[in-house]
């Protein structure tokens, strides 16, 4: 019955973990290039289940292995295309197929699929806040907000080449770490590539609205279902330990 405490209250855990995810994916859902999460679980504390000795045998018989808890072992990023969308704005650029950009960050180098871009007070390229869009030649400055893109990532300022957008893929998606909404961080594997590029588009996120309401549903029913019996545990619990106790 103890076992079945680990589990129940390690479900709810899991089920709660899982709900998390699904709400920000919805709240991103409308997220330049933001890629949706899912979250991993797997087994944790396997043990052998042992039958205890009996007269005739000196040892115990093996019966085989249990777990005692499933547990969150990881959110994973979902890397498949967003939609995308023609917004008309020369700044704007969006990948077709693999890769992300990359910015020159004050913490390093982070990677995205957002291509929603700016100019900053010093001419450079930059998108949000986050850092200046690296090129060929180091982070691009473009001295003028009259620029465009072609296919292959050729930057033009006022009609002239200044650079070609820095692209890169990864060996193993695992290890990208995700830094905040949309932004990563490599932990190695990086492999620069010629992505194709679209300019006057950007990215949707790859968030299926009715997929993760759907998810959330059943998140919510198995963690109240999970609730309930863990409830029923405790009651039995509680009985165990004060009335079976007086029995003589």
Same mark, same amino acid.
């Given at each position: 019955m103890v076992r079945g405490f680990y589990k129940l209250g390690t479900g709810v855990m899991s089920q709660n973990k899982a709900l @998390? !995810?699904? /709400?920000? #994916?919805?709240? #991103? /859902?409308?997220t330049t290039g933001y890629k949706k999460q899912t979250v991993v679980t797997e087994s944790f504390g396997n043990m052998m289940i042992t039958r205890v000795k009996s007269m005739n045998s000196g040892a115990g018989v093996q019966l085989g292995g249990n777990s005692m808890i499933r547990t969150v072992s990881e !959110?994973? @990023?979902?890397?498949?295309? =967003?939609? &995308?969308?023609? !917004? =008309?704005?020369? &700044? %704007?650029v969006a990948i077709v197929g693999e890769g992300f950009f990359a910015l020159? !960050? =004050? %913490? =390093?180098? /982070?990677?995205t699929r957002k291509g929603d871009f700016n100019v900053d007070e010093d001419g450079y390229l930059t998108q949000g806040d986050s850092g200046r869009v690296m090129g060929q030649n180091g982070p691009i400055r473009v001295g003028t907000d009259n620029v465009q893109f072609d296919s292959n990532g050729n930057v033009y300022a006022n009609g002239q080449v200044v650079d070609r957008l820095a692209t890169y893929t990864f060996a193993d998606y695992k290890q990208l770490v995700p830094i905040q909404d949309g932004?990563?961080? @490599?932990?190695g594997g990086v492999q620069q590539? #010629?992505?194709q590029v679209r300019g006057e588009t950007l990215e949707g996120s790859n968030v299926d609205?009715?997929?993760e309401l759907t998810n959330a549903i059943a998140a919510q029913r198995e963690l109240q279902a999970?609730?309930?019996v863990l409830k029923m545990y405790d009651t039995v619990l509680q009985k165990a330990t004060t009335e079976i106790g007086k029995l003589n």
């Amino acid at each position: 019955m103890v076992r079945g405490f680990y589990k129940l209250g390690t479900g709810v855990m899991s089920q709660n973990k899982a709900l @998390s !995810t699904i /709400a920000n #994916n919805i709240a #991103n /859902a409308e997220t330049t290039g933001y890629k949706k999460q899912t979250v991993v679980t797997e087994s944790f504390g396997n043990m052998m289940i042992t039958r205890v000795k009996s007269m005739n045998s000196g040892a115990g018989v093996q019966l085989g292995g249990n777990s005692m808890i499933r547990t969150v072992s990881e !959110t994973a @990023s979902i890397h498949t295309q =967003g939609v &995308l969308k023609e !917004t =008309g704005r020369n &700044l %704007d650029v969006a990948i077709v197929g693999e890769g992300f950009f990359a910015l020159q !960050t =004050g %913490d =390093g180098v /982070a990677y995205t699929r957002k291509g929603d871009f700016n100019v900053d007070e010093d001419g450079y390229l930059t998108q949000g806040d986050s850092g200046r869009v690296m090129g060929q030649n180091g982070p691009i400055r473009v001295g003028t907000d009259n620029v465009q893109f072609d296919s292959n990532g050729n930057v033009y300022a006022n009609g002239q080449v200044v650079d070609r957008l820095a692209t890169y893929t990864f060996a193993d998606y695992k290890q990208l770490v995700p830094i905040q909404d949309g932004y990563y961080k @490599s932990n190695g594997g990086v492999q620069q590539i #010629n992505a194709q590029v679209r300019g006057e588009t950007l990215e949707g996120s790859n968030v299926d609205m009715a997929q993760e309401l759907t998810n959330a549903i059943a998140a919510q029913r198995e963690l109240q279902a999970q609730s309930q019996v863990l409830k029923m545990y405790d009651t039995v619990l509680q009985k165990a330990t004060t009335e079976i106790g007086k029995l003589n």
